[in-house]
């Protein structure tokens, strides 16, 4: 069985929304949504402590993207607003049980559990 799996994602024209989800196997103490677009490196995008709710946003989706969690259904969210064509790409989620600083939540290499991706597409 898979320890995140995620879904959500589908195609929208720009300005449209979407709303990421992820389902964990267990209360991960630190969890995460990355993307990566064909040909680009992987790109932390938002972050989310569990204990507390503290959260940290790449600065591209700063405004537009909120992380949040429902303890209970051990989901992650990732409500996206205001998507834009450079917002393509496949969207991961990760967790670690490892206590992170805030710092270091956007950075994959903190990160052993990961998701299969979801594909995120919007048109201009």
């Known amino acids: 069985s898979q320890d995140l799996v995620e879904s959500g994602g589908g195609s929208v024209q720009a300005g449209g929304s979407l709303t990421l989800s992820c389902v964990a196997s267990?209360?991960?103490?630190?969890m995460a949504w990355f993307r990566q677009a064909p040909g680009q490196a992987r790109e932390g995008i938002a972050g989310i402590r569990r204990r507390g709710g503290s959260t940290s946003y790449a600065d591209s989706v700063k405004e537009r993207f909120t992380i949040s969690q429902d303890k209970g259904k051990k989901t992650l969210y990732l409500q996206m607003n205001g998507l834009k064509p450079e917002d393509t790409g496949l969207y991961y989620c990760?967790?670690?049980?490892?206590?992170?600083?805030?710092?270091?939540?956007?950075?994959?290499?903190?990160?052993?559990?990961w998701g299969q991706g979801t594909q995120v597409t919007v048109s201009s």
């Open positions: 990760a967790a670690d049980p490892t206590p992170l600083d805030l710092d270091d939540i956007l950075d994959d290499r903190r990160f052993r559990f």
């Open positions: 267990a209360n991960f103490n630190y």
